[in-house]
């Protein structure tokens, strides 16, 4: 036996087990070996709230929270509320200076009820009912960004007072991401097109309702955006599309909103998008669009989700089974899959997986990691490197699922979504319970 085999935090000085840049800043192994994020044991979390469990470690979130801040210095940094939303982390956003976007009724009720300044929540959707824009109003929502003509029309109709309004466009930039969030081309439902004159009737009937103030335009271009320069282009052609509303109709827009999708590395080498990068672009973009046309510095406004919630959410599973079938691969199956992580399917998403309740010092070997799902593709990670020892029993965590796992969730099998535990020096919290069988036999009117 090695010095390193009875005290194996000795070997992290060398490697990280867990890479800073995929994991939580706090995940790190305690003298066991086992993971702890937040100065709890993820073993101890399992035993508490059992697995599988959304584990969310807070000073993660809120330190880049202020990464951005402190990066994108003068820039309005608004978190996009669907890649997480509790009313917990509702209140972190707010005690971290953040607005909040919204997309629906939901995540409105959530992001008011966590204490967020109405005045600082920006509504989103491209099929928003008009319940869902009287709410908002209602509410007195500092953003509406309209999506579609008919929008326009409701708004009008119910608003009582002056609600400022965005544009959403789509300013035809290309990021070459996965079709299902590349949302920044001309043909898809989002935004209108600044070609082909949509942008500019929904201007013109914006511009009708004086109850309705155009304060400015917003665009999204895709997701894992990691190059800064697809920013400054949308900025060019988006401060080109305000001096053409300036010429035609004498109005100044001061704001443009360059929604989020910045990218987040969810295995070893994938690339982020820098932030200080994204600053400098931003400035030099809009220095430069503005002077082309003359047109005054609108203020800017970024979106961010995953960026922020993504690294601070790790999945907790027990292994199920383990076993090797006769074409070679071995499979582990775990107690969670598609219902609480839909990425792989969706997407092909890649992910980090370790083993969390202990450290195995002996050989590894290449497995799929499984869900417990009636469908073949119900993968969470294929051809990971994991202990050959791993069995039923044991606890694996899967990195970087902040965003858009508990907000992405389904009762698929009708298996109960997780809990979402929020974890912070030392002590772990239920942010939101487990949905159990008596949820949904709730919801069955028989
Ligand atoms: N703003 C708007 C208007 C958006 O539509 C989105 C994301 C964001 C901001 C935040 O983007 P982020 O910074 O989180 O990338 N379900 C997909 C992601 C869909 C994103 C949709 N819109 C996924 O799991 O990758």
Not at 298 to 306: D, F, K, L, Q, T
Request: a neutral charge; charged letters at 25%.
């Amino acid at each position: 036996m090695t010095l390193l085999d009875i005290l194996p935090s000795l070997g992290q000085a060398a490697t990280p087990r867990f890479d800073p840049a995929i994991w939580p800043i706090t995940a790190h192994p305690d003298e066991v070996g086992g993971l702890c994020v937040g100065g709890v044991p993820l073993a101890d979390i399992a035993d508490e709230f059992a697995t599988p469990a959304y584990v969310i470690d807070e000073t993660d979130f809120r330190r880049r929270a202020r990464r951005y801040r402190k990066a994108l210095r003068g820039i309005q940094v608004v978190y996009a509320g669907k890649s997480l939303l509790t009313t917990a982390v509702a209140r972190w956003v707010r005690e971290e200076g953040m607005g909040i976007d919204v997309c629906s009724g939901g995540e409105l009720a959530v992001a008011l009820a966590g204490g967020t300044d109405p005045a600082r929540i920006v509504m989103h959707g491209n099929a928003k009912s008009p319940d869902e824009l009287r709410d908002a109003l209602r509410a007195g929502v500092g953003r509406i960004v309209v999506d579609s003509c008919i929008e326009v029309a409701y708004l009008a109709g119910v608003a009582r007072r002056r609600q400022p309004v965005l544009i959403r466009v789509t300013p035809d930039v290309d990021v070459h991401g996965h079709p299902a969030v590349a949302t920044g081309v001309s043909d898809q439902k989002f935004g209108f097109t600044l070609t082909g004159g949509h942008a500019a009737e929904a201007v013109r009937r914006v511009l009708a309702h004086p109850i309705l103030d155009l304060v400015g335009l917003h665009c999204h271009i895709g997701s894992q955006v990691t190059d800064p320069a697809l920013y400054g282009e949308a900025i060019r052609r988006l401060i080109a599309a305000m001096a053409d509303i300036r010429a035609r109709h004498g109005v100044i827009l001061t704001e443009l909103n360059l929604g989020g999708g910045h990218a987040i590395p969810y295995v070893p080498g994938d690339r982020e998008l820098d932030l200080d990068q994204l600053a400098d672009t931003i400035e030099d973009a809009l220095d430069a669009a503005c002077a082309a046309e003359h047109f005054p510095r609108p203020s800017v406004v970024v979106e961010p989700g995953r960026a922020i919630s993504g690294r601070a959410g790790v999945t907790l599973y027990r292994v199920c089974s383990v076993k090797t079938q006769s074409g070679g691969r071995t499979f582990v199956a775990v107690d969670g899959g598609m219902s609480d992580n839909p990425r792989v399917s969706l997407y092909g998403a890649r992910y980090t997986v370790a083993l969390a309740n202990r450290h195995a010092l002996g050989p590894k070997r290449r497995v799929t990691v499984a869900g417990r799902h009636c469908e073949a593709g119900d993968e969470i990670a294929r051809d990971v490197e994991l202990p050959a020892d791993l069995h039923p029993g044991d606890l694996l965590a899967v990195a970087c699922t902040g965003a858009y796992h508990h907000s992405m969730a389904s009762n698929y099998n009708l298996v109960g979504r997780p809990a979402v535990v929020g974890v912070r020096d030392g002590r772990a919290r239920e942010l939101v319970r487990r949905e159990t069988v008596a949820d949904l036999l709730a919801r069955d009117r028989g």
